[in-house]
């Protein structure tokens, strides 16, 4: 499996953008970027996945560099409920996610 | 009603006994998962079935054994639980649409405690 490296932590205050980072230099062109995140108490939650192209949903936005070995997760406004564990996969198709140690994401008030 | 149950939330036990944990959802997906997770660190799979006849092994199996009952149902036991199997243990289920990317669905976890 690809591997993915991301700051161990990261802190953004509320109503700002935050921009998580995450390398992926050995990407192949099969993987898939997933993001998902892991509020406090709960089990991981997906937010968003890309391939080549910048993703947009409801929770975030994905901009993937053009040699797709970075990405980055962004969330345009945060709040305090945006606080979590955010981790970052290389998925090749439907398989199985690896999980790596993620980002601890602290917002402030 | 949550999409994907477990039960127990919460369990503690002694070195030796054998436990097991459940899963059930009511998505109706193919596909269940477990995974253990341990304090500071990501999730690690221990198994996974991709339909009812279908059970692989994940990162770290050993130690752990399953049972996929029916769609719906995915069991994790742990034969004789020792101390360094407590943790926080997360089922998970995801669908299987061909060309599509599959999201897992979390239930929320069992915390095992091993004494």
């Known amino acids: 499996d690809a591997k993915t490296t991301q700051p161990n932590s990261m802190e953004s205050n509320e109503e700002e953008p935050v921009h998580l980072p995450c390398n992926h230099s050995t990407i192949s062109g099969t993987d898939y970027i997933h993001w998902y995140r892991q509020l406090p108490s709960q089990g991981p939650e997906y937010v968003i996945h890309?391939?080549?192209s910048n993703v947009n949903n409801r929770m975030a936005s994905l901009a993937i560099a053009e040699d797709r070995k970075s990405s980055t997760l962004i969330l345009h406004r945060a709040t305090l409920r945006d606080a979590a564990v955010y981790y970052c996969i290389l998925r090749p198709g439907a398989q199985k996610l690896v999980f790596g140690q993620g980002t601890r994401l602290t917002i402030n008030p | 009603d949550a999409d994907v149950t477990q039960t127990p939330r919460n369990r503690i036990t002694k070195t030796g006994k054998r436990i097991m944990l459940e899963c059930s959802q009511t998505?109706?997906?193919?596909?269940m998962y477990w995974y253990r997770q341990d304090p500071g660190l990501g999730l690690r799979l221990i198994y996974y079935s991709f339909d009812v006849k279908d059970i692989n092994k994940g990162e770290i199996s050993d130690g752990y054994s399953v049972s996929r009952q029916a769609q719906a149902k995915f069991s994790l036991s742990l034969e004789s639980a020792i101390p360094n199997q407590t943790a926080l243990y997360f089922c998970a289920t995801s669908d299987e649409l061909a060309g599509a990317i599959n999201e897992q669905f979390f239930g929320p976890g069992t915390r095992l405690t091993v004494l």
């Open positions: 998505k109706g997906h193919d596909r």
């Open positions: 890309g391939l080549t």
